[in-house]
């Protein structure tokens, strides 16, 4: 079967599939498996990300809570990715996780359930979308006060007037045609791949002997200044793991867009997590060996950035800034496949008629293919969401922490087997003590200032969304009926017109 044969193959095979679960086919297939996985990698962005939560790592354990608290969560994080691959395999639509609930809960609460995960996750991706250019523009500061040998500082303000020209780029970027959104991810991948080796091999080579560390130092020495108990607050330290990881629940969302969905989509969140894992935890024992024994220096250098004032001590000015535009450019990237993937989660909710604005929001637009309002409309709610910053240096921490987070069940392609039950369940707990745990401030006895306000956030969510459901009337428990058959309507559709031809027919024969 030649190449042509197996790509028209697959197609009709994943429109079929989605037929039956119920929605008819409106994305083009363009993204192949190596592309969804680039996707899925770009976002996870191993490097840079860990660049912009180091902050939220080091006061929590030192250097070995970066590479224990590491290795720990990652045990975790590949159960999830085991559970959520194999969901992924047997239902690929970009519904993702609240159709999984629909069709997986009672009967009793399975549109309560949905119609509240579908909610949350739509608000998590604003938040992620938020997190991701947030930690861009930080980023673009710190080169900033590097360049001008510390003279310039940046306000709030300052940030988030950079963070919002990220975001109306991304919205233009994300709203290009499918084939180019998928084809851009290997120039994607390469830079990341190139990054990460550069920062490996640059720091043991550069960096200054007196701020080389021993190994027992690096993989021993625990330095908690966060104020918390020392189990606790290593159990803090999984946040960077956490975030930096997160989103490789991304390729499901771009389902509809993938060719032969039920291998390629379980490839993608499974390479995604154990390669970026794996290189995520060398990367974190690099730093450990080369961040040198002053780790408050590094945690309250005017820099404002842990890994920038690491790679300035060993290679300069000049070299930092080559590194940290790269890095930059890296996470911009993170940042515009990020808004491609929850503009999907929007899309889909919509088409359930959801979300308020569903009818405007379900839409393709016929150029380009892709859910242009939608992403317009996730970049206006993440810019909103943005302007927690100017409650206290601590609040934009709540933007960061909001992103950790009936039928017969027929497995596809992808089937953990005996095992399934057992990983769902470790995967499961995981998740809600991860939950719980993320919802403390960063420090004991906070201030207004340092809060954590993520609880105000995700609490708002889901008491809002709740609210919009069980509402007098007009809420949607009255309407909201879960995921609807869009393809009924083509099929209903396409039936009036061949009784209309036949009809036609029969009176010209008369």
């Not at 969304?465 to 396409?494: D, N």
């Amino acid at each position: 079967m030649d190449q042509a044969a197996k790509v028209e193959r697959g197609a009709f095979n994943d429109e079929d599939l989605l037929a039956r679960l119920g929605y008819k086919q409106e994305f083009k297939r363009d993204f192949s498996r190596l592309e969804l996985f680039g996707l899925c990698f770009t976002i996870v962005g191993v490097v840079q990300s860990i660049a912009a939560v180091l902050l939220y790592s080091i006061p929590y354990g030192g250097t070995s809570a970066m590479v224990w608290g590491w290795f720990t969560c990652s045990c975790f994080l590949i159960t999830v990715a085991l559970a959520m691959a194999e969901l992924g395999s047997a239902a690929p639509t970009a519904g993702g996780l609240y159709y999984w609930t629909f069709q997986f809960s009672s009967p009793r609460y399975r549109k309560v359930l949905s119609w509240l995960i579908g909610y949350v996750n739509t608000a998590a991706y604003i938040a992620g979308m938020a997190s991701v250019d947030w930690g861009v523009a930080t980023q673009i500061m710190a080169a900033a006060n590097i360049g001008t040998d510390g003279r310039f500082v940046a306000t709030n303000a300052q940030v988030y007037g950079v963070y919002a020209a990220l975001m109306c780029m991304h919205a233009i970027a994300a709203s290009m045609a499918t084939k180019i959104l998928a084809r851009l991810q290997y120039v994607y991948m390469f830079l990341n791949l190139a990054l990460f080796l550069a920062v490996i091999i640059v720091l043991p080579v550069s960096t200054p002997s007196n701020l080389h560390n021993t190994p027992s130092y690096a993989f021993t020495h625990f330095e908690n200044t966060s104020g918390w108990p020392n189990g606790f607050s290593f159990i803090l330290s999984f946040l960077a793991p956490a975030w930096t990881v997160a989103g490789f629940d991304t390729s499901v969302h771009i389902s509809e867009e993938a060719r032969n969905a039920p291998t390629a989509v379980p490839f993608a969140i499974m390479s995604t997590v154990v390669v970026s894992t794996t290189l995520g935890w060398i990367v974190n024992i690099v730093l450990a060996f080369y961040i040198g024994d002053d780790l408050a220096s590094v945690i309250g250098n005017p820099i404002g950035q842990p890994m920038a004032t690491i790679v300035f001590n060993s290679v300069g000015k000049a070299g930092t800034l080559v590194i940290w535009a790269f890095m930059i450019i890296t996470l911009w990237m993170t940042g515009m496949d990020y808004l491609i993937a929850g503009s999907r989660q929007v899309f889909a909710f919509s088409r359930d008629n959801a979300l308020p604005l569903s009818r405007f929001l379900y839409n393709i637009n016929q150029t380009t293919k892709t859910p242009v309002h939608a992403v317009i409309f996730l970049a206006i709610l993440s810019l909103l969401l943005a302007l927690i910053s100017f409650a206290g240096p601590l609040a934009i921490t709540a933007v960061f922490t909001i992103w950790i987070g009936g039928s017969k069940f027929t497995p596809g392609p992808f089937n953990l087997g005996p095992l399934s039950v057992p990983i769902a369940f470790v995967a499961s707990a995981y998740m809600i003590f991860m939950i719980v745990v993320f919802l403390f401030p960063a420090v004991p006895d906070p201030t207004s200032e340092s809060m954590n306000y993520t609880i105000v956030v995700v609490g708002g969510v889901v008491a809002l969304s709740l609210g919009y459901y069980f509402f007098p009337k007009y809420g949607g428990r009255h309407w909201f009926i879960g995921p609807v058959e869009t393809i009924r309507e083509v099929e209903t559709a396409e039936s009036v017109t061949d009784d209309e031809k036949d009809s036609k027919n029969s009176k010209r024969a008369e």
